[in-house]
């Protein structure tokens, strides 16, 4: 299995960066392609795709929400973050069979 | 506009048989590069994913369950199943299906609103 290694919470300010950062215990790029896709879910709903291979907006998603990243370190970025951001974010990697990361809150100062 | 939705028992006992349904519309799954994918939450923890079903009749299955669970699909009906076997009470969660895109290399792009399931006697 590949685990994906996330840290459990963040606290940010209105206004400021956040950076969720998740990291692998193998290399999930192949072919030019780093196969990291990112999620955010909010109390009581279905987790909604934000980021795929890596740095990809899914549709929908404000530019606020940026991905970068290869090989085993991978982030996510939200820039300047709005109140509704108040979620917690899922990494998922598909380079081998689907694992995803524990997860990090995203709270407010 | 893709939808899918789960349907489910809801409740069940320790030993049963567990038996989802995923319906969906927005796409087919006798499309090339699509996939249905399950995935499950138990309450205040994290995802786990189950099994991946894919257009070609490609089917994945997490090592962890795999002697107990069974994918499939229904073209016709739009819809896409699983079954887990002698269920106990760690079978509880949320159970979700969502569309896998071959072209976004497995990334789950749209999500049923989930499915509660609890196993207790």
Known sequence: DIVLTQSPALAVSLGQRATISCKTNQNVDYYGNSYMHWYQQKPGQQPKLLIYLASNLASGIPAR????????????????????????????????LPTFG???????? | QVTLKE????????????SLTCTFSGFSLSTYGMGVGWIR???GKGLEWLA??????????????????????????????????????????????????NSGHGVMDAWGQGASVTVSS
């Open chain 2, 7 to 18: 349907s489910g028992p809801g409740i069940l006992q320790p030993s049963q048989t567990l």
């Open chain 2, 41 to 43: 939450q138990p309450s």
């Open chain 1, 65 to 96: 929400f940026s991905g970068r990243g290869s090989g085993t370190d991978f982030t996510l970025t939200i820039d300047p973050v709005e109140a509704d951001d108040t979620a917690t974010y899922y990494c998922q990697q598909s380079r081998n």
């Open chain 2, 52 to 101: 991946n079903i894919w257009w070609d009749d490609d089917k994945y299955y997490n090592p962890s369950l795999k002697n107990r669970l069974t994918i499939s699909k229904d073209t016709s009906n739009n819809q896409a199943f699983l079954k887990i076997t002698n269920v106990d009470t760690a079978d509880t969660a949320t159970y979700y299906c969502a569309r896998l895109l």
């Open chain 1, 102 to 109: 524990a997860g990090t809150k995203l709270e407010l100062k």
